[in-house]
Every structure is written in structure tokens, then in C-alpha cells.
């Protein structure tokens, strides 16, 4: 496995370890974070243990155009295909209604994420999706501040101990 996650290895070899018929293996060779060979992105991506498509999710390269329905009826690649999308209002409407976590948390840090999906996800029973709204540029002052106040309650923290977290109208001259 050392060969798979090696940042010298080879096209050849890596083509090679991405049919290694153990799922570690092609796992490791998934998590390399580089833009290798679109043949091996492509193997990968729709290899059937979701350990493996999900790890490769993270690459910094698109997945392909004609995959992207593909990866995202796939709970295992689902939120990590979610950045790279085209985000329109009825796919936004659908994932924010996924009861994965991580899909909404994604959907939340969507650049194209409509005005009206980012109020909603300001309510989102999950602290990780509200937060994620948290640190958006276009969400107002004020939900910015509730949500800061929600976040910081349920830690137990005030804006002392969260200076990354506190609003922009807030006194930062103490931080």
C-alpha cells in the first residue's frame, strides 16, 4: 500500500493498483490527492466499494459531466460531488432534504446556493449545517448573529473563545 500512496508512482502503476483486487488498495490510490489519470478518476469513481468512490470524491479535478447523476444518486460520493455541480433550485430542493448531514453541510457552503435555500438551512436541526451558513458571505447581519448566538450557546462559549466565528459587527479589538 506504501507503492499506492507514493507521490512517485507512475501512471502505469497506478492504473495497475486501481484494480488491485483489494479494496484498500484502490482506496489508497483514491485518497492520493493529484490529478492523475482520468482513466484511473474514472475507474475509480465508480468502483462499487463505497470506501474507494467516496476517497476519490476528494480529488481537486471535476468528476466527469456524464457521471454527475451517477455520483449523485451514490450516498457514498454524494456530498463530495456536490461543489463541483452546477446548483440549480429544484437540485437544491432536493438536497436539502437528504437526511445525510454532510449533504446538507455541503449544500450549505454551495457558492450557488439560492438566497431562499440559504434562510431555510439557517434552521437546520444539525449544528454542522448551520454552521456552515455561519461563515457565508451572503447571509445578513442579523442571521448571522443569531446563528453565532445558537452556536456559541449550545458550546457554552462566548465571543471570546470563537473569534473565527464572531460577527463582523462585533468589537474586535479584545481578539
Not at 118 to 137: F, K, T
Request: hydrophobic fraction near 40%; charged fraction near 30%; aromatic fraction near 2%.
Amino acid at each position: 500500500m506504501t507503492v499506492a500512496a507514493h507521490q512517485c508512482t507512475s501512471d502505469a502503476t497506478r492504473r495497475k493498483l486501481a484494480q488491485d483486487e483489494d479494496h484498500r488498495v484502490r482506496a489508497v490510490v483514491a485518497r492520493r490527492r493529484s490529478n492523475g489519470p482520468s482513466d484511473v478518476h474514472v475507474a475509480l469513481l465508480k468502483d462499487p466499494h463505497p470506501d474507494v468512490s467516496s476517497a476519490v470524491t476528494f480529488w481537486e479535478q471535476p468528476p466527469p459531466a456524464d457521471m454527475t447523476d451517477e455520483l449523485l444518486a451514490d450516498p457514498a460520493t454524494r456530498a463530495q460531488v456536490l461543489p463541483f455541480l452546477d446548483l440549480t433550485s429544484e437540485l437544491a430542493e432536493h438536497l436539502a432534504a437528504d437526511e445525510d448531514v454532510m449533504v446538507r453541510a455541503a449544500l450549505a457552503e454551495h457558492p450557488q446556493l439560492p438566497s431562499a435555500m440559504r434562510d431555510r438551512l439557517c434552521d437546520d436541526p444539525e449544528l454542522l449545517v448551520r454552521s456552515a451558513i455561519l461563515v457565508r458571505e451572503d447571509l445578513s447581519e442579523p442571521s448571522r448573529e443569531a446563528l453565532y448566538a445558537d452556536t456559541t450557546r449550545i458550546f457554552g462559549l462566548g465571543a471570546d473563545k470563537v473569534p473565527s466565528l464572531r460577527p463582523r459587527t462585533a468589537d474586535r479589538s479584545h481578539g
